[in-house]
């Protein structure tokens, strides 16, 4: 294997509340200078070197690729009769969105992704409809970034207006019902700010149909609090504008709202941002809200908004046992999603809250996708598990069925295998539930190659889902875990908070447990236990790879959060402070950040697993810096022999959009590594 040169440390240090922190390799934060990119080379031609080198690696990508080449569809999206959808057959590096006038009739391109780039790496991350269908607002992004521009185009005849609307990120888009325009939210210019406030001030425009963005009207804006940010939507009937209104990834939001026409002031509706807040849906004056407000797991209040006093709400449907993943109004009624130990049930409601019936799901999964309007007769989920790939259904209201729209995969016989749920103690004795997915009639000898797959945070919940990653891992015998740790919402709100802030330990905690409970139940042995995590499931492999390096056989730490002292300071990163902390500003979140942090607390002399740290060079949410002080750190700190390497993609960001010769490419790099690891 190519070698690498020692990487260059420097004496920067910095003062946190009365402890001095060394920060030898801050200077690969820059990634324009000529020594980061000379030191990235260097690391792509070790990585590479080692990786083209694994036994079987082409073998790997030629039967990802035969896997991944099955058609992929979108829920419909249903306006004014007709229906769009987007499409990949299989290999097109990006979906097509399509038209069609009946489900059964032909379907007409509105926009081809693939013909914006050579390779693929433009991609359609936004698509709102007008009211009527006849137009399109899309926004695009390149090489993986979260930046997209948005466009306008008329869906007949396929021509796009002169107007690109620039800045936008994270934006929400909200036609009026007259076709005259839309709102939408922006971020400021580049270098009208402070580059660390380019996340901050976001603001609501109006765009009129046919006119430069030059001529937008400001329609919100709140400078003197710079961090919260507003998304617009319009009500179904068209009457009212409403505003979502967050502070970074804190999940207590707030609601403003006006009528569409009116030019007075917005009303804050609720505004004390001390729960989640969203609108389902209206009659009227009367607002229908998913809250969490004195209800961990949620429930569905009515609020008259002449008399929006809490005193005069009326729950509708009261906290359930299981968690109130999503709520929409379909055919007059509550369509909710719930969320039982981790995977989902739906179920209707009446609008005056009587439970009407449980919609049957296939099997023990999850519904990524709903589509529906109030006055619809049918909805459209696409549901999903580990043995059951993406699927799109139709309910139809009348007829009380659910009956798949679309062709199910057939390149892999289910039945060979199976997911069973297990439920094993944390540390602290606390009960975490975790999927296990692996060929029938596994020996339960302690020598199986397992994949752990957590993510821990941001109150996102690790539900079933399809993919070919694991499919391939088990099909070479490997059992494919996935745990459901404190952090996330699988059990509510309680069970975020216990896994966020100064909590964030028992997150770490659950992931090692995980572990141990597979060694002791004779699963499998440390050296056959292989983690993967991405983003804030990068940190939470990075943590347990350096608290406990003897637990685990290899490491795979994708797009990661690394260095907890200085994340804030980077792209959208200071979004994650009511998740993380502050060390910077505040000094006991600082303690419990340091104690944590994994580019803090890497050893020297230790004997650490074979460790595969994955980024991309256009990531401008988690930035490519962390993985390369991660790597530089932990490199030098190697006592034993395994690799420890860093990939860095090109033309790449944070995940979302990549195109699917990048995704083969990757994924194929994964399991070669792991299976060469592993000796499979």
């Known amino acids: 294997m190519a070698e690498l040169s020692v990487t260059r440390r420097d004496d920067t240090m910095e003062d946190y509340h009365g402890t001095p922190v060394a920060d030898p390799y801050r200077w690969l934060e820059?990634?324009?200078?000529?020594?980061?990119?000379?030191?990235?080379?260097?690391q792509h031609v070790v990585a590479r070197t080692y990786l083209d080198a694994i036994p079987g690696l082409e073998q790997i990508r030629e039967r990802y690729k035969e896997l991944y080449d099955y058609p992929r569809f979108?829920?419909?999206?249903?306006?004014?009769?007709?229906?769009?959808?987007?499409?990949?057959?299989?290999?097109?590096n990006q979906a097509i969105l399509?038209?069609?006038?009946?489900?059964?009739?032909?379907?007409?391109?509105?926009?081809?992704?693939?013909?914006?780039?050579?390779?693929?790496?433009?991609?359609?991350?936004?698509?709102?409809?007008?009211?009527?269908?006849?137009l399109l607002a899309y926004g695009t992004s390149a090489s993986g970034s979260d930046w997209q521009e948005i466009r306008v185009r008329a869906v007949e005849s396929g021509h796009d207006y002169d107007e690109v609307i620039h800045w936008c990120k994270f934006s929400g888009i909200a036609w009026k019902h007259d076709n005259s325009g839309f709102f939408y939210n922006r971020l400021p210019e580049p270098?009208?700010?402070?580059?660390?406030?380019?996340?901050?001030?976001s603001s609501v425009y109006w765009h009129a149909l046919n006119t430069p963005q030059s001529d937008d009207q400001l329609i919100y804006e709140r400078p003197d609090a710079k961090e919260l940010s507003f998304t617009p939507f319009i009500t179904e009937d068209g009457r009212y504008l409403f505003l979502d209104v967050w502070n970074g990834t804190d999940p207590r939001t707030r609601l403003y709202y006006r009528e569409v026409e009116s030019s007075e002031p917005f009303i804050r509706l609720l505004d004390e941002a001390d729960a989640s807040y969203s609108l389902v849906g209206n009659d009227g004056s009367l607002f229908y809200i998913q809250t969490n407000l004195n209800a961990p797991r949620g429930r569905i209040v009515a609020l008259d908004s002449q008399q929006p006093a809490r005193e005069q709400w009326r729950e509708l449907i009261p906290e359930q046992d299981d968690v109130l993943d999503f709520a929409k109004i379909v055919n007059q009624q509550f369509v909710l999603g719930y969320m039982h130990d981790a995977h989902h049930q739906l179920k209707l409601y009446a609008k005056d809250g009587t439970f009407l019936h449980e919609i049957a799901l296939p099997t023990l999964g999850s519904i990524i996708e709903l589509s529906g309007e109030v006055n619809d007769d049918e909805l459209f989920i696409t549901f999903t598990s580990y043995l059951y790939p993406s699927t799109v259904f139709r309910y139809d209201f009348a007829q009380q069925t659910l009956t798949p729209l679309r062709q199910l995969f057939s390149k892999f016989d289910p039945s060979s295998y199976e997911t069973t749920q297990i439920f094993y103690t944390s540390k602290d004795g606390t009960r975490v539930p975790m999927f296990l997915t692996h060929k029938k009639g596994l020996l339960r000898d302690g020598n199986n190659p397992v994949l752990i797959y957590g993510y821990g945070g941001f109150d996102i919940s690790m539900t079933p889902s399809f993919s070919v990653t694991p499919l391939l891992w088990i099909e070479h015998g490997g059992i494919y875990a996935v745990a459901n740790l404190r952090g996330g919402s699988e059990y509510g709100e309680q069970w975020h908070l216990d896994g966020m802030l100064e909590k964030k330990q028992n997150v770490f905690d659950d992931f090692i447990a995980a572990a141990e409970w597979l060694v002791a139940e004779k699963y499998t042995q440390n050296s056959r236990i292989a983690i993967m995590g991405g983003s804030n499931g990068g940190l939470l492999v990075a943590a347990c790879l350096v608290q406990r390096p003897d637990l685990y056989g290899a490491v795979i730490c994708r797009v990661p959060v690394i260095d907890m002292l200085r994340y804030h300071r980077f792209t959208v990163g200071r979004y994650w402070i009511s998740e993380y902390g502050d060390a910077e500003h505040n000094a006991?979140?600082?303690?419990?950040?340091?104690?944590?942090?994994?580019?803090?607390?890497?050893?020297?002399?230790?004997?650490?697993?074979?460790?595969?740290?994955?980024?991309?060079?256009?990531?401008?949410?988690?930035?490519?810096?962390?993985?390369?002080?991660?790597?530089?750190?932990?490199?030098?700190?190697?006592?034993?022999?395994?690799?420890?390497?860093?990939?860095?993609?090109?033309?790449?960001?944070?995940?979302?959009?990549?195109?699917?010769?990048?995704?083969?490419?990757?994924?194929?790099?994964?399991?070669?590594?792991?299976?060469?690891?592993?000796?499979?």
């Open 98 to 134: 399509y038209r069609q006038d009946s489900l059964s009739g032909p379907t007409t391109v509105v926009l081809d992704p693939n013909r914006l780039s050579a390779d693929g790496t433009v991609a359609l991350n936004t698509t709102v409809f007008s009211h009527d269908g006849s």
């Open 74 to 92: 979108s829920a419909p999206n249903k306006k004014a009769g007709r229906y769009f959808f987007s499409q990949n057959t299989g290999l097109q």
């Open 191 to 201: 270098g009208t700010v402070a580059e660390e406030d380019q996340s901050n001030y």
């Open 30 to 42: 820059d990634e324009d200078t000529q020594e980061t990119r000379d030191w990235v080379a260097a």
């Open 588 to 680: 006991e979140q600082f303690a419990f950040l340091y104690a944590y942090s994994p580019l803090h607390n890497v050893k020297a002399g230790v004997s650490y697993p074979p460790t595969l740290i994955m980024t991309a060079d256009s990531d401008d949410r988690v930035v490519p810096a962390h993985a390369r002080k991660f790597a530089a750190t932990l490199q030098p700190a190697q006592a034993g022999d395994a690799p420890i390497l860093l990939r860095v993609e090109s033309k790449a960001g944070h995940g979302m959009g990549k195109p699917t010769a990048k995704i083969i490419e990757e994924e194929s790099d994964v399991l070669g590594f792991l299976f060469n690891t592993f000796d499979m």
